[in-house]
């Protein structure tokens, strides 16, 4: 009797009181303690005698790491400089092929000795291969996203930026594989990699430029580096996963028919993960694509560059063309890249076919090549596209502008001091008001809840970390911002994913326009708030609500659309009304995707935060952002990681209760 009675369930009301209790006694101490706020200054400032001065250990580290670190027969300094040579003459040779041409001399006194391929080559090249990986309608859209570079005077820039990501794709993505092999052939190392890999996703942008630029300085080349830094986490993981899930009959039959251990991993693993693996490649692409603003920052030029400059000019047509750019390049990589993964395998023959027929459009794309070469000499319009012939739309955009700002600024106005009279400021300085104490408490409240233990001690010991660092302050302004950007992104974004769920034509209008969105760069966000609202808080949380607004979209969406179908038949069936299946079924079902949605929505606004610094906040962003202009990589480190560890409460937590709830729902 005694053993069944231990084996008997607690009840579910004596867990749910024990955790009313507890979460009443903390909301009691958190009161005691605002109230207790002269006697206990230190539970709502964290005394600066007790930080851990840890952004002077490491950029004291660095410091010794680039002057004084020396093997003997080499430097720090020597490895880094190999190393940026190394990326820098493959960068050189496709950067003349597509851009400068091929020159003489150094500076102002080279001269070009053989032209750069053309730009009507290049785009029939790119049509060609479009062809080859699907259909001439991929031929017309690649054609089409190119051409706009042309006509709208970016090709210079776009081929600047292009040669950069020719030389950082293939380098993330072979990196990426390797490290992923070896995550999946060691269990020790992957378990040393995924916290890495975890880290190094949550670790804002611009966290990544500090010890870059300190190590390669200024150049093209330390961009690159930066940006492939940047896009390999992706590729890292999917390798990892796509690995994991070849099925065991696979393995089996590579090893019956006599694999040695690395014909194993490249005769039959890796050929089975491809399609998997191209998902990686695709990432790898578009966030290196995302980085090339940024990066520009530490002279990485091209169209990142045109659109800081816009930014920092308040040149919103300049920055809307040069975003635009980046956009349809991305659309162009993407498409490709996606249509070369599901390409089906070539044909054997039996007799092998003649050279042409075996690589027409190679063939074509050198003729083509060849012709623009010869003939640019007489006509020099097939090799640079003419100015004259170039049209912009700048100035519509800026007038557009100076209209809305002249008949709608007393409207615009009154908006903004409305939102930030009657709820940003109250709560942030509600947030600002809390002890730290007892937010780390809270946190860690909430991670036993939802996570058991371990996830309680995590998700305190990360919140411990911030204030420790002396950074508390900053990250409570950060959560202020992020937190009311994401409220407000779902109180928009969750309505619009139900309706594009239930309506199949809305469905593919909302889904071109969030992909449209998610290919935007992130600073061509900041550029209308600003001309609208001027720099501060409230053009900050537009900006990041813009930019943040997608995944709780796309996820709403696939939650509601993927509830399985005889459920939603057996709510029919039993007399449910159309408001009905959707608050008693679909809602509930689809909650668990709808809070992983919140959670990409968390994460990325606080991306989008680190960016908004540059238009006056004053949270973790700026720090890193500081950092950055001082070279000052503890600074930078720290703040950076802060920011991280902030989204990786989050993660953890929603994952958690997404988890939980989907067992409970019997979706897993």
């Known amino acids: 009797m005694s053993n069944a009675a231990v084996s008997l369930p607690r009840p579910a009301s004596l867990t749910l009181n024990r955790w009313v209790l507890l979460w009443g006694l903390m909301i009691l101490v958190t009161v005691v303690l605002m109230m207790s706020k002269e006697s206990l200054p230190w539970a709502f400032k964290y005394p600066r005698a007790w930080q851990l001065p840890l952004a002077g ?33 493959p960068y050189t040779l496709v950067r003349s092929l597509l851009s400068t041409g091929f020159l003489s001399g150094v500076g102002s006194d080279a001269v070009q000795v053989f032209p750069r391929i053309s730009w009507l080559a290049l785009i029939a090249g790119l049509m060609l291969l479009g062809h080859y990986a699907r259909d001439w309608k991929l031929a017309l859209l690649v054609g089409g996203c190119f051409g706009y570079l ?36 060691s269990r020790g190392f992957r378990m040393v990699l995924i916290p890495i890999l975890d880290l190094m996703q949550t670790v804002p942008v611009f966290a990544y430029l500090v010890p870059v630029l300190l190590l390669f300085g200024f150049s093209p080349v ?36 006599g694999c040695s251990r690395r014909q194993l991993l490249w005769k039959v693993l890796l050929p089975s993960a491809k399609h998997s693996l191209m998902v990686g490649v695709n990432q790898v692409v578009m966030l290196s694509l995302n980085m090339v603003i940024i990066a520009s920052m530490i002279g990485a030029g091209g169209l990142g560059h045109d659109v800081l400059t816009a930014l920092r000019r308040l040149r919103i047509g300049e920055g809307v063309e040069a975003g635009l750019a980046i956009t349809l390049l991305a659309i162009a990589l ?37 012709l623009t070469w ?114 407000i992104a779902c109180l928009i974004g969750v309505p619009i994913g139900i309706l594009a769920a239930r309506n199949e034509r809305l469905h593919r209008i909302v889904g071109v326009i969030i992909d449209t969105l998610q290919t935007l760069p992130s600073f061509v966000y900041l550029m209308p708030v600003v001309m609208l609202f001027r720099v501060g808080d409230f053009a900050a949380m537009l900006a990041v609500i813009a930019y943040a607004i997608t995944p709780i979209i796309r996820y709403t969406d696939h939650g509601i659309r993927h509830i399985p179908g005889e459920l939603i038949e057996a709510a029919r069936q039993v007399g449910m009304t159309r408001g009905q299946l959707l608050h008693k079924v679909q809602l509930p079902l689809a909650l668990p995707h709808i809070m992983l949605g919140v959670n990409q929505t968390i994460m990325m606004a606080l991306s989008m935060l680190v960016i908004t610094a540059l238009v006056g906040t004053r949270e973790l962003g700026q720090e890193v952002y500081i950092a950055l202009t001082k070279a000052d990589t503890g600074r930078g480190v720290v703040a950076g990681v802060c920011v991280a560890f902030i989204a990786i409460i989050s993660d953890r937590m929603i994952g958690a209760w997404a988890s939980r709830r989907k067992r409970e729902l019997g979706l897993e």
């Open 57 to 89: 250990w490491i950029s004291d580290f660095m410091k010794w790491l680039i002057n004084s670190f020396d093997l003997g027969l080499f430097t720090f300094k020597d490895l880094t400089r190999g190393l940026a040579w190394l990326v820098e003459q």
């Open 150 to 185: 042309v006509v709208f005077g970016q090709w210079d820039s776009a081929m600047v930026t292009l040669s950069s990501i020719i030389i950082a794709v293939p380098i993330g993505i072979l990196g990426g594989m390797l490290l992923g092999i070896l995550g999946h052939r």
């Open 374 to 487: 010869a003939l640019g000499v007489y006509l020099p319009a097939l090799n640079t596209y003419p100015e004259s012939w170039q049209i912009t739309t700048g100035a519509f955009w800026g007038d557009l502008v100076k209209y809305i700002n002249v008949n709608y600024f007393d409207t615009l106005e009154s908006f903004k001091n409305f939102l930030l009279l009657n709820l940003m400021v109250p709560f942030k300085r509600f947030l600002l008001s809390l002890p730290w104490v007892a937010v780390v408490a809270m946190v860690g409240l909430g991670g036993w809840q939802l996570g058991g233990w371990r996830l309680g001690l995590l998700t305190a010991s990360l919140a411990t970390f911030i204030a420790i660092v002396g950074l508390w302050t900053k990250a409570m302004v950060t959560l202020y911002l992020c937190g009311l950007a994401v409220v």
């Open 222 to 257: 330390s961009a690159m580096i930066a940006t492939i830094i940047y896009a390999m986490p992706p590729m890292v993981r999917v390798t990892l996963l796509a690995l994991e899930h070849i099925s065991a009959e696979v393995v089996e039959a590579g090893s019956m028919a």
């Open 334 to 370: 993407d498409r490709l890249s996606q249509a070369y993964a599901n390409r089906p395998p070539p044909m054997h023959h039996t007799r092998p076919p003649a050279l042409w027929q075996r690589h027409p459009h190679a063939l074509v794309f050198l003729v083509i090549v060849g």
